[in-house]
């Protein structure tokens, strides 16, 4: 099997909402303007409602409300905008997959918690744009989705063998599969059309060996992704740096306690923002 047979029959996947397409389309455009991108998201109520209580949270901390879109990019920008809005369109649309060989409770709680994670590491290391990072984390382990809908028996003797070894699920789907969910995530990102820089975190993130260049950005995933994974194959806490790659340079003096205060925050905010990007999911734990 190659990742094109797996993806081609992905039409039980949801696309990417309109208003997401419409308000790339106007950040990509270089003669838009603030006005511009206020009317494309001003197309979709629900959205804006959802991007402007995000923006009006302690998610940003900003100290005045936040009544417009117009508003909200003339602060954030146009580029953190967009970022938002991808967020809560992949929020929106994750919400609408369901599958009845993989816990999508779980599996959407980990997807913010992995984001989360990513935000307030490169928000210490003075990354510009941190939602990048938020919708990074949302999107690297779409390539699960795929495999547990397409071929749920590997995928779950994958991930049945990785709690057993406590070894990463990337290298035991390589090994029987030639490939990893991030290769398949990557390329399911490439039918959304979604920009590249996200294909190439999730593609790497978690095997930074076949990276082409090792980016703080795309480092900081992928400590975000060793926790969540290391969580998922019920990996003891004492355990989790030794899986983590401390490259780029600037991340070889983060320590354990570092991890643990990073995590420390992402719980504290992990429910609020569970409910604000997808109020339409059920996060009962």
Request: net charge negative; proline share 4%.
């Amino acid at each position: 099997m190659t990742i094109e047979e797996l993806i081609q029959h992905c039409d039980d996947l949801p696309s990417m909402p309109d208003v997401y397409l419409r308000v790339r389309e106007v950040v990509e455009d270089p003669k838009a303007s603030m006005l511009d991108l206020a009317r494309a998201l001003s197309l979709d109520v629900a959205m804006t409602a959802r991007v402007l209580k995000l923006v009006n949270s302690p998610f940003y901390g900003l100290s005045e409300r936040i009544e417009t879109v117009s508003r909200a990019a003339s602060i954030l920008g146009m580029q953190p905008l967009h970022d938002l809005v991808l967020a809560t369109a992949v929020a929106t649309t994750f919400s609408r997959i369901s599958s009845t060989t993989m816990d999508m409770k779980t599996f959407w709680r980990n997807s913010v918690e992995r984001g989360l994670l990513a935000r307030v590491i490169a928000q210490t290391y003075h990354v510009i744009d941190s939602e990048r990072l938020f919708v990074g984390g949302l999107l690297s382990d779409i390539g699960h989705l795929v495999m547990f809908q397409k071929i749920p028996d590997l995928a779950q003797q994958v991930l049945k063998q990785g709690k057993e070894e406590r070894t990463t699920r990337t290298t035991l789907e390589t090994k029987l599969l030639g490939f990893h969910a991030g290769e398949v995530g990557a390329r399911l990102l490439e039918m959304w059309n979604l920009p590249l820089n996200y294909q190439d975190s999730t593609r790497y993130h978690l095997d930074l060996n076949t990276a082409p260049a090792i980016t703080l950005e795309l480092g900081i995933l992928h400590v975000a992704g060793v926790v969540e994974e290391c969580q998922l194959l019920e990996i003891p806490r004492e355990h989790w740096m030794s899986y983590v790659s401390l490259e780029p340079a600037e991340l070889r003096e983060l320590t354990d306690e570092d991890l643990d205060r990073f995590m420390a925050f992402v719980q504290e905010g992990l429910n609020l923002t569970l409910e604000m990007i997808a109020p339409a999911m059920d996060h009962a734990a």
